[in-house]
């Protein structure tokens, strides 16, 4: 960038949308002269020419097609930029970068994120999935504001963030109906030697609900392992076996996969928590985002839905 004449790439990407130095030059305030001098300087900084004469005409050359497109996004996004800046900074969008672990159920990732583009600001969303760990080093590196996990730091980062818990659910079991009809009589005696869809993801519901199959002494017969929540619903929807999703998104999960509630397991129960960094202020979206939703998990608990 150092190497870099600003002032010298806009007047070059001024010419070349004009289609002359005259006009560009009217549209410049500048003489004609001064601006092919500044343009001839421009070539020779850069060590190649970005125009040719033909016909009286200029033709951008593959050099000048190439350094054309990089101004074309260098300019647009500052003019982008200003548009933003000229609005009264109560009216500017907010920007929400938000890292979401692959172990959360997608549409409770949906519902968790939704509250903060309900804002009465436009806020520009900006969503990444991956591990919480490699979440957690990307919030340090500033490239996200939030990242919503189903589990706390360890204590080594601590000090670095802060952990709100946003939600909590128990956990539900789903198949096709006519599975879910014959795992529903004598529950949960009936899931023994059942096909089941197992979260491949080290997630703790899955550590909970593991222990609560070898509470009822059900031997668990995992036919899967999938590390991705949605694919695993739609195994489930093609009667491959019977899964675990929060019961909060219940009726989602049974309108969407077209499958249905076998029972609910209140002894297992999926935790969700937004984490941020310790230090520096969250602007609206951010806030909306880590605010705690009890309704959230209690409207199935209370039977509302």
């Not at 016909?55 to 951008?60: D, H, I, P, T």
């Not at 890292?99 to 994120?113: D, M, N, R």
């Not at 222990?211 to 739609?234: G, Y």
Request: charged residues 25%; glycine residues 4%; contains cysteine.
């Amino acid at each position: 960038m150092e190497n870099l004449n600003l002032r010298h790439l806009y007047y070059f990407w001024t010419i070349a949308r004009e289609g002359s130095i005259v006009r560009a030059a009217e549209h410049l305030d500048l003489t004609p002269q001064t601006l092919s001098g500044q343009l001839a300087t421009f070539e020779a900084s850069l060590g190649s020419a970005l125009f040719r004469r033909a016909n009286r005409a200029l033709q951008l050359t593959d050099f000048g097609q190439m350094v054309l497109g990089y101004a074309e996004e260098m300019f647009q996004a500052a003019q982008a930029l200003s548009d933003v800046l000229r609005q009264p900074p109560e009216n500017r969008p907010l920007s929400l970068a938000v890292g979401i672990s692959a172990s959360i159920h997608k549409l409770i990732a949906y519902h968790l994120t939704k509250p903060a583009l309900d804002l009465s600001r436009e806020v520009r969303l900006n969503c990444r999935t991956g591990t919480t760990a490699e979440l957690l080093k990307r919030l340090s590196q500033r490239e996200l504001d939030v990242v919503l996990t189903d589990r706390q730091p360890d204590s080594a980062q601590a000090g670095d963030v802060r952990t709100y818990r946003v939600a909590s659910s128990s956990m539900s079991l789903f198949a096709t109906p006519a599975l879910a009809e014959q795992l529903t009589d004598n529950f949960p005696a009936s899931l023994d030697r059942q096909p089941f869809l197992a979260s491949s993801l080290d997630a703790p519901y899955v550590t909970a609900l593991m222990n609560w199959f070898s509470s009822k002494n059900i031997r668990v017969k995992v036919i899967a392992e999938v590390d991705d929540s949605a694919l695993i619903k739609v195994f489930g929807r093609e009667g491959l076996g019977y899964f675990a999703a929060p019961t909060a998104i219940r009726d989602e999960v049974c309108r969407q996969y077209q499958v249905a509630h076998i029972a609910r397991i209140d002894e297992v129960r999926d935790n969700l928590y937004a984490v941020t960094r310790a230090r520096g202020s969250h602007n609206a979206a951010v806030a909306e985002l880590i605010r705690e939703r009890p309704e959230f998990g209690n409207k199935l608990e209370k039977n509302e839905l």
